[in-house]
């Protein structure tokens, strides 16, 4: 009987299985986008069980098992770490039509070479066997990168990171894997969260000067941003949860900034305008250095307050945001491009209702001697299944150049989640080879095949500047 990872998996035509195994398959990682701590790739973290390795931080996995009931305490609580994978292991097969059935076989497949599906029945045998495998050589996180074909990564970083985690990892020439920096900023971007203070204070003992008003704040953040590109980073990433776009000048900025430290709550315009007036100062300082600016727009966070309490952010309570996008969107992006301060930018919605408003907004901003200077980004999230990875490309395809796409990311905290890229080029072959078998694209592989290779790799590499200085 067939395994169900076998070497056609997701291939449903004699097209698809051709481009991915003659174009596809072997190509290196480029993940651009993830949240891997530079720590543990420094020390290169050897992992206890499959616990450790699987379930630690992972809210994906932690939502699914909510949602069939599953004890808290098997989840985030005190059970011990074979209770833990039981638990996962029980609630697996009730994942079908989810990305995580499809995900984790393939990283029992690729990483423990387990064809067995994981369930009750089979849980005992895979976790002995997964954690026997992990106390040998070859199971550390640098190895499971180097496994993977991993050439390139981007990790998120805050401001007041010193960065000696990056810079210990690049000292080693046994690693020849590149980790690079992006700029994550925004704690100063939320001036109403409660921190904000507490974090501007942190900003200035960083930057080396105290932070009294606007222009000093600025100051701070361009030191930072400074600092970060002297230690190799070419990115900037925000996580907004709508697109602020609110016309204002510095002096008015200054006044809200001064509002805010006076300890008074902002009302919603003045934080658009603070906003606005951070991002566009943030976005030119990132194109006069040569940078990509990604943002993330759409997520609405930490909506279960009582969970909120009980365990903190980033543990599964977060969801779809619906907001107005169209017009804030074109407006920032105009502003740049006006002063031609516009950087490379990359563009993700949370919500697939506004694939087309970004798909048009980003053509808008195209120039010349750029392949794909404006993204828009990949399906990310709640939208890096099957159905959301090809929703993604059929729309960027009807409305924009598909050929252009800089391709999947991660997005991820665990270093076997890389067959999360095996499993999107799996799907862009096979969309591919559906058009073929339909007759909407000619059967010539050679340049589809080279189309697929630019979305998986070579697009990346180019628009990030992989294997230039600094890149």
Request: hydrophobic content about 35%; charged content about 25%.
């Amino acid at each position: 009987m067939q395994p169900f990872i076998h070497e056609n998996f997701l291939l449903q035509n004699k097209h698809a299985e051709v481009l991915y195994h003659d174009y596809a398959k072997s190509l290196p990682i480029i993940d651009y986008h993830c949240h891997l701590s530079a720590k543990e790739i420094a020390e290169d973290r050897r992992f206890h069980d499959m616990t450790e390795l699987w379930l630690e931080g992972d809210h994906y996995k932690w939502r699914a098992m909510r949602a069939l009931g599953v004890e808290e305490k098997y989840i985030t609580g005190n059970a011990s770490p074979e209770e833990k994978f039981q638990a996962w292991a029980k609630t697996v097969p009730y994942c079908i039509g989810n990305p995580l059935y499809h995900w984790t076989h393939l990283e029992l497949k690729r990483y423990f070479q387990v064809d067995a599906l994981l369930n009750e029945r089979t849980w005992r045998e895979i976790w002995n066997h997964c954690n026997d495998l992990l106390r040998q050589e070859g199971f550390s996180a640098r190895s499971f990168m180097v496994k993977s074909n991993v050439e390139w990564i981007g990790t998120t970083d805050d401001p007041l990171d010193d960065l000696a985690d990056h810079q210990a990892i690049a000292q080693d020439p046994s690693f020849l894997v590149k980790i690079v920096p992006s700029f994550r900023p925004d704690a100063v971007i939320e001036i109403n969260r409660p921190s904000f203070l507490d974090y501007v204070g942190k900003l200035g003992e960083a930057a080396g000067l105290p932070i009294h008003d606007y222009s000093q704040l600025l100051q701070a953040i361009e030191s930072r941003v400074r600092y970060f590109h002297e230690k190799g980073c070419r990115m900037a990433d925000h996580g907004l949860e709508s697109m602020p776009y609110s016309e204002c000048g510095w002096k008015e900025a200054n006044d809200i900034f001064q509002k805010r430290k006076n300890g008074f709550v902002l009302s919603r315009e003045e934080e658009e305008k603070y906003k606005t007036f951070t991002l566009c100062f943030l976005a030119r300082l990132y194109h006069s250095l040569g940078w990509v600016m990604q943002l993330h727009i759409g997520s609405i966070r930490n909506t279960n307050e009582k969970m909120f309490r009980r365990l903190g952010p980033n543990t599964g309570y977060d969801s779809i945001h619906d907001f107005f996008l169209a017009q804030p969107l074109n407006a920032f992006l105009n502003e740049l491009e006006r002063r031609d301060q516009l950087p490379k930018t990359i563009v993700y919605t949370l919500n697939p209702a506004y694939n087309y408003i970004v798909a048009s907004t980003v053509g808008n901003f195209q120039s010349e001697g750029v392949k794909g200077k404006v993204q828009f980004g990949a399906a990310w999230w709640f939208n890096d299944h099957q159905d959301g990875i090809i929703r993604h490309l059929t729309d960027l395809a009807n409305v924009g150049v598909f050929s252009t796409f800089v391709g999947m990311l991660t997005d991820s905290r665990s270093f076997v989640s890389y067959v999360r890229h095996e499993y999107f080029r799996r799907i862009v072959c096979n969309l591919i080879g559906s058009w073929i078998e339909k007759g909407e694209v000619p059967q010539d592989y050679d340049f589809l095949g080279k189309i697929v290779q630019d979305v998986c790799y070579f697009n990346a590499k180019q628009y990030f500047q992989v294997g230039v200085s600094g890149g």
